[in-house]
């Protein structure tokens, strides 16, 4: 069965006008079918490789979120802050702190949680 069905068509690939036998024919040629399929694989391993990199820099922070008492470098990754900016917080008395020794400095989670609140 043959159809006499001709409709004029711009291809997605290349965008030249073209005559479509079937209405649901998008590109003008094999070339740009392969083209396009080529172009829509690479994007596809784009996404997924960006997927994969946003995981990694989120597994961090979702460590830091369970943790009960945090030390000032992770606190600055918290807040999305420098870890000056934390001490200068913790010199103000707006953040509460602990010194355990001169280079253990710890902040209470609920601490950080109670700023917010």
Same mark, same amino acid.
């Given at each position: 069965m043959s159809s006499t069905l001709r409709i004029q068509r711009i291809c997605q690939h290349c965008e030249n006008e073209f005559t479509a036998r079937t209405t649901v024919t998008k590109y003008c040629g094999d070339y740009c079918a @392969?083209?396009?399929y080529k172009v829509r694989?690479? #994007?596809?391993?784009i996404?997924?490789? #960006?997927?994969?990199?946003i995981a990694i820099l989120n597994k961090?922070?979702?460590?830091? @979120?369970? @943790?009960?008492?945090?030390t000032v470098k992770e606190v600055a990754a918290l807040l999305n802050c420098s870890v000056r900016s934390v001490y200068?917080?913790?010199? #103000?008395?707006?953040?509460?702190?602990?010194n355990l020794?001169?280079?253990?400095?710890?902040? @209470?989670?609920?601490?950080?949680?109670?700023?917010?609140?």
């Open positions: @392969k083209m396009a694989q690479r #994007n596809a391993r996404d997924v490789s #960006n997927r994969e990199t961090p922070l979702e460590a830091i @979120k369970a @943790k009960e008492f945090l200068q917080h913790i010199n #103000n008395n707006k953040i509460k702190a602990v020794s001169q280079r253990l400095t710890r902040i @209470k989670r609920t601490d950080i949680d109670k700023l917010f609140a």
